[in-house]
């Protein structure tokens, strides 16, 4: 029987993310994450680019993480949806950014303590913030230890013959094998590596996987 570990020992030969960043989403451990999270849901990433390349010509999202969590939070719903029309449900995304952005600003302060401080009881307790999402900011944005599980970590397992449709008990499976061979997937790597970043490359090598995949099939 294979575990997790094995997995990771085969995608790594194949240097999926070559071209991507050091944690595969790109501007990780930054606010843009929390917004790239909300957006990509029900959406390609492709889309998501384009939002958030609008909301960066316009300066609303502009490096600076607390001027831009301020931005967001302060912004008029009509003129946040005009920029990430292309995302889509643009009108219900745009109300439920404003008031996480609001509610980060309410209950931590800045984004730097919430990043600190903020646990996936707190996200999931957010409008329109699911498990996936809460898991892609607590790992992207917050550096955390949390292996993300979405359709393509589902559907990629499953090809292997394990089908495992509870999104806990699949974390489960893929953060264990990890855990239980901790030193010898630290091996895997050349350079000092954390185990938030192993999880965020080894999610990003089973979407791109995936996606490659899908398109060699059509
Ligand atoms: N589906 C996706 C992605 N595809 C992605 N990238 C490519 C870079 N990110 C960051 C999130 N979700």
């Known amino acids: 029987m294979f575990d997790s570990y094995d997995i990771l020992v085969a995608l790594k030969k194949l240097g999926l993310l070559q071209n991507s960043p050091a ?33 960066k010509n316009y300066s609303l999202l502009n490096g600076d993480d607390e001027k831009s969590l301020n931005n967001i939070a302060c ?12 995302s889509g ?11 996480l952005c609001q509610n980060i600003l309410e209950d931590f302060g800045s984004f730097g303590n919430f990043v600190m401080n903020v ?9 329109g913030i699911g498990r996936e999402s809460a898991d892609a900011i607590l790992n992207y ?17 499953c090809s292997l013959g394990i089908d495992i449709q509870d999104y806990e008990q699949l974390q489960i499976w893929f953060e264990r094998g990890i855990q239980e061979n901790l030193q010898r997937v ?7 590596i954390t185990l938030a970043q192993i999880y965020s490359r080894f ?8 996606k490659k ?5 059509l």
């Open 89 to 99: 449900f643009f009108n219900q995304k745009s109300i439920r950014l404003i008031l």
């Open 213 to 217: 995949k899908s398109k060699l099939e």
């Open 141 to 157: 944005a917050c550096g955390r230890e949390v292996m993300v599980i979405d359709k393509y970590t589902y559907k990629f397992l």
């Open 23 to 55: 944690w595969w989403w790109p501007n990780a451990l930054s606010f843009e994450v929390v917004i790239g999270a909300i957006l990509t849901q029900n959406t390609k990433w492709e889309n998501v680019e384009k939002s958030l390349k609008s909301l």
């Open 119 to 127: 646990d996936r009881e707190w996200l999931l307790g957010q409008k």
């Open 75 to 86: 912004i008029q719903k009509e003129i946040l949806a005009s920029h990430i029309g292309s």
């Open 203 to 210: 999610h990003g090598k089973i979407v791109e996987f995936s």
């Open 186 to 192: 630290f091996d895997l790597y050349p350079k000092k």
